[in-house]
T-cell receptor, first 113, second 114 residues
Framework: AQSVSQHNHHVILSEAASLELGCNYS??????LFWYVQYPGQHLQLLLK??????LVKGIKGFEAEFIKSKFSFNLRKPSVQWSDTAEYFC???????????FGTGTRLTIIP | NAGVTQTPKFQVLKTGQSMTLQCAQD?????MSWYRQDPGMGLRLIHY???????DQGEVPNGYNVSRSTTEDFPLRLLSAAPSQTSVYFC?????????????FGSGTQLSVL
């Protein structure tokens, strides 16, 4: 069965700092990869997804992620964070053709104004 | 367009009580699922369904039952609530999982079992 690791449990940054959140998965075959975000008091929503093609994908609100197959990684990046990016971020993996989406444990991001 | 609707938003139960968490979607999605969210553990899949009449177990199915009699509804039943089931429950749907489809989430049900 697939699994997802997010090693950063809580990240605290100042506004305008650069962000990189790690995500590693364990599955040997083709996968679909996702980053979801949960803003305080809200439900989860999709930030970006990768399923094929260019390994650098761009999502909403200036976020991007790079799929590195050799490292089984799908790290999330943003060049300059804003206070409004304070949220919990979840990486998720879905083996191609599989019905189950597996989430990581999440990374809580706190942006200090 | 309502999307994914979950009821109730909050519920307190006593150990041993039963209840049903309701989930309905109006997007004609084939795939529906239930997750529980616990601090430090992320979201864990309880049960899922790829269409009316078809359900399957996820990662943590024990203590929960589901049914999918219609495309729109996917209720989650707790047969005999336990304190370990205190959690936030999310229902989610997608046109079809297993491809590159994103999940649409409901707003969640916060359940406390005393």
């Amino acid at each position: 069965a697939q699994s997802v690791s997010q090693h950063n449990h809580h990240v605290i940054l100042s506004e305008a700092a650069s962000l990189e959140l790690g995500c590693n998965y364990s599955y040997g075959g083709t996968v679909n990869l996702f980053w979801y975000v949960q803003y305080p008091g809200q439900h989860l929503q999709l930030l970006l997804k990768y399923f094929s093609g260019d390994p650098l994908v761009k999502g909403i609100k200036g976020f991007e992620a790079e799929f590195i197959k050799s490292k089984f990684s799908f790290n999330l990046r943003k060049p300059s964070v804003q206070w409004s990016d304070t949220a919990e971020y979840f990486c998720a993996v879905n083996p191609f053709g599989n019905e189950k989406l597996t989430f990581g444990t999440g990374t809580r991001l706190t942006i200090i104004p | 367009n309502a999307g994914v609707t979950q009821t109730p938003k909050f519920q307190v139960l006593k150990t041993g009580q039963s209840m049903t968490l309701q989930c309905a979607q109006d997007m004609n999605h084939e795939y529906m699922s239930w997750y529980r969210q616990d601090p430090g553990m992320g979201l864990r899949l309880i049960h899922y369904s790829v269409g009316a009449g078809i359900t399957d177990q996820g990662e943590v199915p024990n203590g929960y039952n589901v049914s999918r009699s219609t495309t729109e509804d996917f209720p989650l039943r707790l047969l005999s609530a336990a304190p370990s089931q205190t959690s936030v429950y999310f229902c989610a749907s997608s046109p079809r999982q297993g491809t590159n489809e994103k999940l649409f989430f409901g707003s969640g049900t916060q359940l406390s079992v005393l």
